[in-house]
Each structure stands twice: as C-alpha cells, then as structure tokens.
C-alpha cells in the first residue's frame, strides 16, 4: 500500500514537473490568428507549395522562441485552387469569420487583385508573394509585396544581357501567364536599355510541343534567348531546334522540380533571382540551414519569400502591440524596412516593395544545381 | 520564309498531331464500342505515364517491360471505369450527359489523385533514343517523335485488323450497333462493353507512355489532352480510329502552321474556326460514314 | 361553381405553406451564418443565374453548350471596362454587356446551332477557347492576365452593395425573377413550341415552326444570361481576370445544368450550391479535397440519372403534394 502511494507521488511529480517544463516553453494564451491564401492545387501548386513550406518552418521558428510577446501564433493556410474566385471567398472567411489580424499571400496575381480588395477596404495588412500589379494596386495602402514587380525582373534580366553578355538583339518566347506579364515589363524598357526584341512567340500555358515558335525565335537571329514560361517544355524544345545561343529566364521558373524536368537541356540556364541555397549569402545562411534540417532539401526563393512573410508579420505585430494591436496599427508598424531572407525590402517605397537591383543573385545551371555567377546589378 | 521554319512548322504539326491524335483513337475506339464520349482518355495516358515513370525510376524496370505494364495498368483501368462508373450510371438510366459527366469526374479524380500522391512538380521519362533528334535540313525532330509515329501508325492498322478480322472485334461493333440482337445471337454484351472500354484504356495507357517523353508527366495534363483528342476523334467521325488520327494530323498542322504563317497568340483562334468550318461543311467528319451527322 | 375536393385544397395550403418557410429561411440565413458562407451562397445565385442559360439550353434544345463562360466574361469585361474607363453608368454598362453577348450569340449561332450533338458540343467548346484567347490578346480592353480592378459596386436605393451580405439579398431575388419568367416561358406558346421541337422535330417542322430560329433564339437567352450573371459578378468582386472565364467556368456551368437536372428549372439553384458550397466545405478536410470532390460528383451523376431537380420532383411526387394541376415536363 505505502509503495504504490509513493510510486503514485512520484509519477504526479514527475507529471508536474514536465507541464511546468512544457508551460515555460510553449507560449500561451490565445493564438493570434495570421491568415494566408495559397495556390496549393491548380497551375499555381509550384509557387503555393513552396511558400506554405516556408510559411510553416516560420510559424514553427517563432513559437519555439516564445510567439509574439509570449503568445502564439496561428497561420490559417486556405487554398485557393488558383482561382481568383475562391480566393475571394477565402478571403471573407479569414478576414471577417476567423477575424485574422493580417493576411499573407496569395500566390498568383489575379488572386491578389480579389483578395486586396477586401483587405484594402478593411485596411488590414496583407503581405503577398505576387509583384506589383495592376494599378489600382498603387492606391492600396496595407498591400505590401515581397516579390519584385514585374518590371524590376525585367530589368534584371536587361542588366545582365546587356551588362554581362553584351548583346542586344534578344528572342523572347513566353508562355500566356507568368510570361505575357513580365514581357509586358521588357516591352516597356526596351528604349532604356537599348535593345531590340526581333522575335516574341507565345504559347499556352499547356502546350505539349512548342518547337513551331522556338524555330520562329531561331530564325530571327537573336543573340540571347529569353524563356519565360512555367514548365519546362518550352526550354527543351527551344535547345532541340538548335537555339545555341545563351538562355535566360525568370524567377519563376527557377525551382529543382522545373530544372529536373527540363533535363539535360537545363545546364547554362541563367536565372536572375534571390536564393542560391549551395552557396547563400551571409544573411540567408541561417534560412537555408534550417530549411535543409527540417525539409532535407535546398530552399529557392518562394520559400524564402514564405519564410520572410510570417518572419515580418510576427516583428510588425509585436512592435504594435502583440496581441491588442488592430490589423490598422499592424500595418502602419511594417511600413519600414527589413532585412529578409529572401531580400531587403522597404515597404515604405512607393512600389510597396522596396526590393533593389542590387539584391538579386545571377545565377547558371550546372548539372541540376545551381552556381552563383560572380556578376552583380547596380 | 525561311525553308527550315516551314519544315519545322510541318515536323511539329505531325508530332503534335499524333499526339492529339493517340488520344482521339482512344476516344474513337471506346465511342465505337459503347457509344460514350470518354472524358477520362487523357488522364488513362496520364496514369500510363505514371505507372511506367514508377517503374521505370524507382524499380529499375527497361523501358519495353515498362511500356507493356503502362497499357496493361491502362488496361485494367478502363475496365474498372466500365464496372464502377459506367455500368451504375447505365443501370439507372443515364443520359448522355450523364455518361460525360461520370467520366469528367472519373477524370478529375485521376488528376486529383496523381496531385495528391505525386506532387505538383513534372516528371521526366526518358524517350526511345534517349533525347537524340534527327536533322532534316536544319528543322529537328526528335527520334522520340519518329518513333511515336511509327507506334501510332501500327496502332491504326492493328486496330482496323481488330475490327475487321476477330471475333472479339466483330463483337464489339455488334453489340455497340444493336445491343439486343447482339445478346440474342449470344455475345455476351456487358461482358464486351467491359473489354471496350479496357480497350480504350489499353490505347490510352499507351498513348500516355510515348506521349510523356515529349511533354513531362504532369498531374494537369489529362483535361488538355482530352480536350485535344476530343477534337481530332470528332473530326475524324468519332467511330473511326483512322479517322482520329487524320483529324489529329489536321488539328496540329493547322496550329503549327497558323504559328509560323500568322502569329502564336492567334494560333488557337485560327484553329478553332478551321475546325468549326470543317465541322460545318462536312457533317460527317473527315471519315464518318454518310447520314451519321455529328454523332 | 364547382366545388373542389378537400384533397387538392389541403395540398394548395400545404405548398403556400412550404413556400412561406421556404422563405423565411432564405431571408434568416444570412444572420445566422458566416461572412464567408454567405459569400458562397452569392455565388450560388451568381451561377444560378448563369447556369440556368445553360440548363434551359440543354433541356429544351438538348444543345450542350460549353461557351457560356464567354458570355459571362462579355458581361463582366463590358462592365469592368466600361465603369473604369469609359466612365459610363453601371446599367448602360450592363446592357452594352447584354447587347454584344446577344449580337455574338446571333452570328456565331446561326451557322454553328444546324449542327448537331457532338459536333455541337465541340463547335461550343471552340468558342470558348476562342473567347478566351481573345480576352486574353485583347488586353487594352480587359487587361490581360493582370485584369481590371476597382470596379465599382452597385447601389440600391442609397444602399451600397459592397459585402455579401447586402448583395445576398439582391442576388437572389434576381435569380427567382429570372427562374419565373423562365417557368412562364415554358407555359407559353414559345414553351409550347420547344417542347414540340425536343420531342418529334419532325412534327414541329410539320406544323410550321420555325426549329432553326427557335434554336438560335434560345441560344441568345442563354447568352444573355450569362452576361448579366456575369456583370453583377464584376460589380460583386470589384476585380476581374481573364482566369474567372476559362474551360474550367464552362465545364462548371454545365456540371450546373447536368447536376440540377435540365428539365428542371428550379433545380439549377440546387446545382449552383452543390458546385459552389461543396468545394469550400470540402476544402477544410485538407489536401485531399480535389479528390473527394470529384468522387462526390460521380457519386451525384450516377445516384441522381436526372440531376437533383428531377430526385426532388420525385420526392414531392410521392409525397402526394401533386395533386394540383402540372405542366408536364416543365415541372418546377
């Protein structure tokens, strides 16, 4: 009878003594609610996937560290199906049903015009992962992107063609979506950089064989290719007609499931972007050590950006007050510049970004990996 | 214009073709059996792709050992498509859309599934000849692509002897034709409406293993491909697997050329008016018989 | 003066009665659920509106049209562009939106409707993929891929519709104005005419209709029901993209017209809140949701042959409430 008294005490002490251990570690009290709209199914997965694992390993980063001012954080993750539509529905729930404080996402660029529409009325910050859009995008005030515009892209790839190859005769071939944009962006920098586009084919989003337009880009005789597209046909088509010339792309395509895919063909692809995780630079070093412990696996930049996204809503949160600030005072605090993993960014700038030229990272393929070039815009 | 860019235009018209027009063949042979539009043809290439990159990636497999599990999954998958989807929605008495609308669904699972399971990344399956092309005076087309042709050619042929020259063949145009005289002189009509559709699903499972070299597995690509296919089977009459191959010939020179001649953005433009035009000039599709409009 | 038996006045009761509830429920939801579910239930009324140009189309004309996404994206662009840009009042938007759908519905239909079944299937099919290349090049009118935003929302006797609440109730009594004339269409002589035109053509022919006229002219009503779902859609979202009005819209807006039942008018209200709630609610169980969508759909096809329109009518019929008198097959 005594022993199992005392074996009883000494498992209640043991009991004790773990919950009071657990309750110094974990933050307590009611979580604050973050929310974030993905594209995670649809023809966005292969920027929403990417981004909800760095949304994650941040939530995960700041809770062990004792949330914000000692609370929790919650990110509600919804997933918009690449469709601006349900976006929009997402976005009525998190913002007026879960009552969440500020809104991280979406992945694509119609879906953040739906969705800014609703945080913009409410004034609720709302961090996204598209570059700067459509105008009216100007006029919003809490909209703040971690991706560079379109035309900063742009002129990254224009930086290293003319700066770096010294060419000025460029075929483009883009696909409808991710590609019409950004050559929107080139069309409108084509003077400033003194460059002449003498072939531009598109294709669609789906197409099983693009080799028609890539011959119609070879035989224009450019001397650099642009391939801006999110699949890696169009880049295998483009070598096998015998394109030799050197091929740049854009942020979007530079991910190791699109360099896997394009196979043999990926080697000497340049990307202008902002996450080499073979070689990071000082600042993203701590990132891209935790990616690769908890994911075993390399980051690129839309994990980056996930990562930065949380990482800057949780400083913004705790500087206006934590848990009793308003999503208004939130949004004013991250009116400033951070310094991210992905890049610095300075959301006071009129661009609501702030991201310089002199952030990017040039890098080429070299047997499904990717090597830092040496070579930086200004 | 230069020589090259049309012989280009024209060696990618073919390859496309040939792939919209593997597809149609599926649709046409399942059409011709069952009389049922299969919305789910494209994804029976997709899961053929995907059985073969499996086993190909992670058990080692050849490729020709590969290619024969790849129509034999496709195979079994159309046969399960028949037992679960059709044959209930046949019992309740399904219309035509109805049918469409199971197999649409049909479709969307199998995307859904390989999203779920595979990742939203594409996937790379090597190709007979590995990634060599053969040059025809400075255009490429890529030995795969020979090949292709090639295979979907004999395909044409062996199906047409199925047909014309087995029981089995003779049996399915019976019971697709006149389900009730069918069963009265004995031929087991269920039982034949099952192997039509794993026929269908044999075709498919094929088409999607020679087709995924040239455009990566990928979990999306089953709607476009059916689309495409849907397309060149109408064309070619719906009941004639030749006849989805020309169409799909047809569908694919008119894009590539409209690219080279015209402009890529309006390719799908001139296209679908093509095919519209074609539709309303020859009621019967390119090899339809007479007096059949349209399906 | 005769009198009526007991059965038939009990049952006329009975159906005032189920109709009152009907709508008080309708009118109490929105106080009772979420922001974000009555958002849903918007959208249902959008589609509802949309889908029943696609249902009608079907179950009278037996014509599969995938190009209604073009028309609802007619509708939303003429609004969106001209409230942004040209400045004009929202209901000359609306109509100019209504007219052009009209007009391109008259053009393209009158060669494309003589052909028949699958054919016609693909023929619309074409349009839409058409429709949208051309939303997408023509993007000094909609904006390409980046769309057009702003766009300002609609206001209602010094009400201003701009959450969804306020638009439920604005949605959705459109939405039953639209499936009464619809009812009221097909009691008519026009009514009279189509079903004479689905069931013996020859017949009809016979008698003097005109089958070819009546078939584009339903086509046009169905185009012109999509443009008008679709600019109160515009003027809902306040941003419009090209990726609202692609393949994937048609397909849903038939899934509609398939799901609700063609012969069924107001069935197509049922379809609209499968193919718009289920998604959402399905959503919260996580990865797995595209999957079980699709299983729920085949599931709905293969238990419901005629759409849940016709299960309901089933149901009512063996409830006994069918004793009042019924227009065959153009049963509510």
Known sequence: MVRSVSKLLICTAIAAGALATAAIAQPKGEPIKIGAILSLSGPGAGLGQPERAGI????????????????????IIEDDGSKPDI????????????????????????STGAVSAITNAEGLAQITFTGLGPKIELTYKSLYHVLPPQELNARAMLEYTTKALKAKRIGVLHDTGYGQVVLNSLNALHDKYGVEFTAVEKFEVGATDVSAQAAKVRAANPEVVFVIATSPVPFRNARQVKIEQPIVSAIGSASYDYIRGIGEFADDIVFP????????????????????????????????????????????????????ATPKEIAAAIR????????????SRDDMTGIELSSYVFSKVVKGKFERLPFVAK | MVLSLWIQAILSGVTNGFVYGLIGLGIAVVFRGARIINAMQGDFALLGGVVAYLLVHNLGW?????FLAAMLSGAVCGMLVERLLIRPTARRQGTDDSYLLVTLGGAFAVSASVLLYFGRDSYVLPGIGGDQSVDVFNAAIRVHALALIVIGTLVVIALRWFYRGTRLGQAMLAASIDPDGAQTIGINVPLVRTLTFGLGGLVGGLAG??????INLHYEMGLLLTLKGFAAAVLGGLTSPFGAVFGGLVLGLVESLAIVTVSSGYKDVIAMTILILIMIVMPQGLFGRRGRMGG | MSSRPIAVTASRTLTIAAWIAGIAVWAALPWLLGRGSVDILVFAGLYTIAGLGVSFLLGQCGIVSLAQSVFYGIGAYSTAYGTTVLGWPIPACMLAGIVVSGLVAMLVGTPVLRLSGYFLALATLALAIMGHVLFLEWDWLTGGTLGIGGIPHLSLFGFTLNTPFRFYYFIWPCAAVVLWLHYNLLRSRTGIALRAMRDAPSAAKVAGIRVESLRVRTFILSAVLGSFAGSLFA????????????????????LIAVLGGARSISGTVVGALFVTAAPNLLSRLGEIHPLLFALLLIVAVIFLPSGFGGAFADLWRRLGGSLRPTVKDGTP
């Open chain 2, 62 to 66: 050849p490729l020709p050992a590969a």
């Open chain 1, 336 to 347: 400033g510049v951070h310094q991210g993993a992905m890049a610095k960014y300075d959301f």
């Open chain 1, 273 to 324: 972007e902002f996450v080499v995780g073979e070689d990071p630079k000082p600042e993203q070093k701590e990132f891209v050590a935790a990616f690769q412990k908890a994911y075993n696996a390399l980051p690129k930049n839309f994990e980056a950006a996930g990562w930065d996204s949380a990482q800057i809503l949780a400083s913004g949160i705790a500087k206006a007050g934590g848990a009793k």
């Open chain 1, 87 to 110: 976006a929009k529905s997402k976005a009525e729930r998190l913002v007026f049903d879960e009552k969440v404080v500020a809104m991280i996402g979406p992945s694509l660029t119609a």
């Open chain 1, 56 to 75: 994650l390993l941040a939530e995960q980063a700041i809770n062990a560290r004792g949330g914000i001012n000692g609370q929790p954080v919650k990110i």
């Open chain 3, 235 to 254: 003027h809902y979202v306040s941003f419009v993209s090209i990726d609202s009005f692609g393949i994937d819209r048609a397909i849903g807006f038939l």
């Open chain 2, 209 to 214: 293993m020679l087709v995924t070299p040239l």
